[in-house]
């Protein structure tokens, strides 16, 4: 009898690494790789998602030696068009598949309960665990750079087996571990051992073997903190070492090529520290430069300043002064803010977290402020990610987890909306102004009348649409307007004739008066036909209307 084996990747979500569709995250890929790595024929390897288990009722059909199951959400966000999978999902599916052997890794690994007999939890990684196991000597232990080598091209092609192929944006490690000599209280990757960085031309490898399986969006996201790849360790300034512009632009050189013949499509990073860029402007400024030069427009640079007052960065090992992130925020918008398509190349993205040791209510009327400075300096932010920290097991402020009290969480949420309302939805009206064209949004949910899509990109905004479209189709958004962390927008082409009139409504300069008199009016056989009705539409917005 032939000995399968099958993948169940739940989705994961943690700092350093995204799974959720449309991403697909290194683990399924890692572990496909390790079991055809240790003699399995690709055929003999079935992959699911935690979707199609829910369609099924979490049953596992057919016979598999091992099921790896892959999951966790150590940073869970609201996701549109999938869901994570959760523990009790994950404890599901082991518990009613008894005649499987299970074996569950990724950052749900952390919380797994005990008692569940045919489920092992692997603490270190599953691909090395997978790897093993095929070899029938199954082991809890960490893969090397070799491994990750071998595995991540050997995987490549599990990615064909996804639901949403070729729809899809795939994670790119480039390293592993923190390179600071100190590390947040409550974050894990400094935990994690030796900093590991992976060699350019195997990063590059593994793309190429991921574009033959016709993958063209990527994203170097599982890092924590781009702008120090390949480092040399060999200097040090307020516990940074100095970055190695020409290690990125070796990496990003050859990526450039590939976006330029069309081999991709996107090419998005991931998180950057703000301390890297405050202790060495002049070799970040050159490598923000590198990238701004290689990516596809609309990026996304994450930093993790997580809290502007200086007492709680001091408590929590935080990378930088509350009031050195303005300097930061100027060089990424001086460097990467420049326009292509109508949308700025590469603006910072901010996470704040809520919870850290040292919080006071007086916290968050402080990040409050800084943001507003950065506001009125004229600079933008693309994202404010403001969340509750879920320290990882093993770190100082999962051992020492502070008591907040009712007044800190109620200032909290006052400022959070504030943060929102105030900040965040002004900048998101200058990003994308009303005429801004959004290329190749995916409809992912239709409810209620109204459509939502989003961009096969990292930190992708919702476009909402007026209009019932079908699920999964491509379409362009012409933006008219902008909602608290959304843009209200309606499909291109624009058509006077087909559009309801609640959609008509949203164009900039027609308003509800004129829509109705358009709808009367229509059909029109050509745009001269409605012209006293559209003369007070911008003519960028009016070049793409059409009868």
């Known amino acids: 009898m032939t000995t399968r084996y099958c993948i169940i990747d739940c989705f994961v979500d943690e700092p350093a690494c995204f799974g959720v569709p449309p991403f697909v995250s290194p683990y399924p890929r890692y572990v496909f790789g390790a079991l055809v790595d240790a003699g399995v024929g690709p055929e003999n390897i079935d992959y699911l998602t935690i979707e199609e288990l829910r369609v099924s009722g979490f049953a596992v059909a057919g016979e598999y030696r091992w099921c790896f199951v892959i999951g966790g959400a150590v940073v869970p966000g609201k996701y549109l068009g999938s869901r994570i999978g959760t523990l009790a999902e994950i404890t599901r599916i082991a518990a009613e598949n008894r005649r499987h052997r299970f074996a569950v890794g990724g950052p749900i690994s952390l919380v797994m309960p005990p008692g569940i007999g045919n489920a092992v939890t692997v603490r270190h990684d599953i691909e090395a665990f ?35 192929h070729p729809h899809i944006i795939c994670e790119i490690e480039t390293y592993r571990g923190c390179p600071r000599t100190g590390h ?50 060999a200097e040090w300034r307020g516990g940074f070492p100095r970055p190695e512009p020409s290690a990125l632009a070796a990496l990003f050189g050859p990526l450039r090529e590939k976006r330029d013949s069309g081999g991709i499509s996107v090419l998005n990073i991931d998180n950057a520290n703000p301390g890297t860029i405050d202790n060495f402007p002049e070799e970040s400024a050159e490598i923000l430069a590198v990238i701004a030069g290689s990516i596809t427009p609309g990026d996304t640079l994450a930093m993790g300043i997580e809290s502007f007052d200086d007492r709680v960065a001091g408590l929590n090992g935080l990378k930088v002064a509350g009031g050195r992130v303005l300097p930061v925020v100027r060089m990424i918008n001086e460097i990467g803010g420049g326009r292509t398509g109508g949308i700025p190349v590469l603006l910072p993205g901010i996470n704040l977290l809520h919870g850290l040791s ?5 916290t968050f009327e402080t990040n409050y402020r800084r943001l507003m400075e950065i506001r009125d300096a004229g600079l933008l932010v693309r994202r404010i990610n403001i969340r509750q920290v879920q320290p990882i097991p093993g770190t100082p402020l999962f051992r020492n987890k502070p008591v907040i009290s009712k007044k800190t969480e109620l ?31 995916r409809i992912l949910e239709t409810r209620g009348g109204y459509s939502y899509g989003k961009q096969i990109s990292s930190y992708s905004i919702t476009a909402k649409f007026p209009v ?33 009139q609640k959609a008509l409504e949203q164009i900039p300069g027609i308003g509800k008066k004129r829509a109705a008199a358009l709808v009367i009016r229509r059909p029109f056989k050509a745009l001269a036909e409605a012209a006293d009705l559209l003369e007070s539409v911008e003519p960028g917005i009016r070049v793409l209307l059409e009868p």
């Open 130 to 164: 997978a790897f093993s196991a095929a070899a029938g000597d199954p082991i809890d232990s960490r893969r090397s750079p070799i491994d990750v080598a071998r595995w991540s091209r050997a995987g490549a092609e599990v990615v064909a087996r996804h639901p949403d």
């Open 184 to 233: 947040c209280s409550f974050c894990s990757e400094g935990a994690s051992g030796v900093t590991e960085f992976r060699e350019t031309d195997e990063i590059l490898a593994e793309i190429e073997e991921l574009q033959r399986c016709g993958v063209t969006r990527f994203r170097l996201g599982r890092q924590a903190d781009i702008l120090q790849y390949g480092t040399r360790f």
């Open 358 to 362: 040292g919080e006071t209510p007086e």
């Open 411 to 441: 200032r909290f949420r006052y400022y959070r909306d504030r943060i929102r309302e105030d900040i965040e939805g002004v900048m998101l009206g200058k990003i994308f102004p009303p005429g801004t064209v959004l290329k190749g949004c």
């Open 468 to 500: 019932e479209l079908p699920r999964g189709v491509f379409r362009d958004a012409l933006v008219t307007g902008h909602r608290e962390r959304s843009l209200a927008a309606i499909p291109l082409p624009v058509s006077l004739n087909a559009l309801p």
